[in-house]
Nanobody, 119 residues
Framework: QVQLVESGGGLVQPGGSLRLSCAAS????????MGWYRQAPQKERELVAR???????NYADSVKGRFTISWNNAKNTVSLEMNNLKPEDTAVYSC?????????????WGQGTQVTVSS
């Protein structure tokens, strides 16, 4: 059984910073990519950032220059450093990964963590 567990959400003032982490655990053979999505109230879920196991990254235009995604291969952990946060960054952030376990290959989601940017 593979699990993604997120941590690091919370309340922050505009202009502040937060760091989200997501740890993959279980019978993992390979991880092909890990990433973060977010969903604000009454909006569609959107990709925030993703990183492939080769290191290539993709970011939403709205977060470029403010957010940085990184991957610790040894710990199967992906982090999202979020700087200069804006109220429009408020959303539930969910970790996502394509993982090959010893049983199958599948896409996994974490439970989500709330990020609220407000004064």
């Amino acid at each position: 059984q593979v699990q993604l567990v997120e941590s690091g959400g919370g309340l922050v003032q505009p202009g502040g910073s937060l760091r989200l982490s997501c740890a993959a655990s279980g019978s993992i053979s390979s991880i092909y990519y890990m990433g973060w999505y977010r969903q604000a109230p009454q909006k569609e879920r959107e990709l925030v950032a993703r990183i492939a196991n080769g290191g290539s990254t993709n970011y939403a235009d709205s977060v470029k220059g403010r957010f940085t995604i990184s991957w610790n291969n040894a710990k199967n952990t992906v982090s999202l450093e979020m700087n200069n946060l804006k109220p429009e960054d408020t959303a539930v952030y969910s970790c996502n990964a394509d993982i090959r376990s010893y049983r199958d290959y599948s896409n996994y989601w974490g439970q989500g963590t709330q990020v609220t940017v407000s004064s």
